[in-house]
């Protein structure tokens, strides 16, 4: 089975990149321009507060920088929640 696109265009320089979450982006990809004119797009890491979104690379097209998100990922995870390998401790019991 091949890779399929999954990109929705928020913006007209600004891609959201679905994976295996429908409820859960993968990254954002931005179109800009670098100081000679050239097109490039960078890849970031989505969250859903901008700021905390972090650059992965930068591409010389679209279709790079969406090639470059990995599918399926091995564990997702989710902000604001705990690795899914992150030792668990107990729930402690009120007395």
Do not use: C
Not at 44 to 65: F, N
């Amino acid at each position: 089975m091949g890779e399929r696109s999954n990109l929705i265009q928020v913006a007209s320089d600004e891609w959201i990149v679905m994976r295996e979450f429908a409820q859960y982006p993968k990254a954002v990809i931005r179109g800009i321009r670098d100081t000679s004119g050239e097109a490039r797009y960078l890849l970031l890491a989505w969250h859903p507060v901008r700021h905390r979104q972090r650059m992965v690379g930068i591409y010389s097209s679209r279709e790079e920088a969406e090639a470059a998100v990995p599918w399926p990922s091995r564990s997702p995870q989710l902000p604001g929640l705990p690795p899914s390998n992150a030792r668990r401790t107990p729930a402690r019991r009120s007395r």
